[in-house]
């Protein structure tokens, strides 16, 4: 199966350059399509200096729409049956990031993996938050269906992913990232984000749209399949749980 790379930037002038050199340079069979989502920096100008070094797509969206919209769009444009989401914001990407990513869709092991770099990586099980934070790769055909929430949902569409994913019984796998780490775009000397920061923001926009992730979950599981109304319960107690999880986690972050 052919693999196609999308990265969605907005103002990431400082990592953008490395993280699609590395998508192109240790993927030369893959379809790489950047994805930017209304930049105002220069963005645009290192992209294009890229270009006479390496080939890929570049989709510039005239406004600023959000992450997963610009995700759906390069899920639309994707012409390879895999699709792997790789954030510009990323610093030491390494080709063993990429195969371990890839590796567990194409031996059929899996219908999702999440990367996380090391340092985040802890129990699942016990956090399902962090679910929220990584690299995602998917079958391109399980993305098609769901366009439209992915567009809508503006904020937490990982955390929508890993919800649906769980809910229709899907395989997903999770990898640990060695030596990967997320830069902080504001600053200037690419300082490494403190995770709980990271969290934090991310915690309250999934809370403020738990109420839309939850009605699209069930509808695109009544629609999809013939589930019973004891599974729909299963799937509300799980986001409850999730959400409680994510309330701790801020009230955890603000007693810092």
């Keep these: 199966m052919k693999t196609s790379i999308i990265v969605c930037t907005y103002n990431e002038e400082e990592t953008i350059f490395k993280v699609?050199?590395?998508?192109?340079?240790?993927?030369?069979d893959a379809e790489v399509i950047v994805v930017d989502d209304g930049s105002t920096d220069e963005t645009e100008n290192v992209l294009k200096t890229l270009a006479t070094h390496y080939h890929f797509e570049y989709l510039k969206l005239p406004e600023n729409h959000g992450k997963s919209y610009a995700m759906a769009c390069g899920v639309e444009y994707a012409s390879n049956e895999i699709v792997l989401f790789i954030n510009a914001n990323m610093v030491h990407?390494?080709?063993?990031?990429?195969?371990a990513m890839?590796?567990?869709?194409?031996?059929?092991?899996?219908?999702?993996?999440?990367g996380n770099p090391a340092s985040f990586t802890i129990n699942y099980a016990a956090n399902p938050y962090e679910t929220a934070m990584g690299e995602k790769?998917?079958?391109?055909a399980d993305l098609l269906p769901i366009l439209k929430d992915m567009k809508e949902i503006l904020f937490g569409v990982e955390?929508?992913?890993?919800?649906y994913y769980q809910a229709l019984g899907k395989r997903v796998s999770f990898q640990a990232l060695n030596g990967l780490q997320r830069a902080d775009r504001i600053s200037s000397c690419q300082k490494i984000m403190v995770p709980h920061e990271d969290e934090k923001k991310i915690a309250n926009a999934l809370i403020s749209n738990f109420d839309l992730m939850m009605k699209r979950v069930q509808n695109n599981i009544q629609n999809t399949q013939n589930y019973t109304q004891s599974t729909i319960s299963s799937v509300?107690?799980?986001?409850?749980?999730?959400?409680?999880h994510l309330r701790e986690s801020i009230t955890s972050v603000e007693a810092v």
């Design 20 to 28: 699609v050199a590395s998508c192109c340079k240790h993927n030369p």
């Design 93 to 99: 990407l390494r080709k063993e990031h990429f195969t």
């Design 102 to 114: 890839l590796a567990p869709i194409q031996n059929q092991q899996a219908d999702m993996v999440i």
């Design 137 to 140: 790769a998917m079958l391109r």
């Design 159 to 163: 955390a929508f992913f890993s919800i």
């Design 236 to 244: 509300q107690l799980q986001l409850n749980k999730y959400m409680k």
